[in-house]
């Protein structure tokens, strides 16, 4: 898990920013990734689930926003086993275990990189609700790029 999101981080980052997602990639692990247990399990109303393919290929989590609203966390998936559906897999996965915890809307925000995934959201009924510039840095966010906030309301 952590294999695949050091992989999927150095994939979008651009030269410039190297330094800067290092930090990010670390405080991310540090502060949430090395320990999905407390972080995700030791609280109700959240979740995190892996696609195996005798290694594991994507990831997804959940975390309590409010009351009625559940954020989207660390969607990826292995860039060989892109276009398969897994990423559409994951999310719908995600968004049935967030009715289910009583949740009626997901949010998620994502970086001005990831523009296959802005497009997965897009198509899967989520609407852009903000856009942020220079977003700061946090383990949500490498900081200085901009992001774009989405939500679904789940029926």
Do not use: N
């Not at 497009?119 to 946090?138: D, M, N, P």
Request: aromatic residues 10%; neutral net charge; glycine residues 8%.
């Amino acid at each position: 898990m952590i294999g695949l999101f050091r992989e999927f981080m150095w994939e979008l980052t651009p030269a410039e920013l190297g330094e800067q997602f290092q930090a990010y990639i670390e405080r991310a692990i540090s502060q949430e990734l090395g320990k999905v247990e407390e972080y995700y399990f030791a609280r109700e109303r959240q979740g995190f689930w892996v696609a195996d393919d005798r290694r594991i290929v994507g990831m997804v989590g959940i975390e309590r926003h409010s009351d009625d609203a559940a954020e989207l966390r660390r969607m990826a998936v292995e860039k060989t086993q892109r276009r398969k559906g897994i990423g559409r897999q994951l999310l719908a996965h995600a968004e049935a275990s967030c009715r289910e915890y009583g949740y009626h809307r997901v949010v998620l925000s994502t970086s001005e990189l990831q523009t296959a995934a802005m497009q997965l959201y897009k198509s899967s009924g989520y609407r852009l609700v903000r856009e942020e510039a220079a977003a700061a840095a946090s383990h949500k966010s490498v900081g200085g790029l901009t992001r774009y906030h989405f939500e679904k309301a789940l029926t």
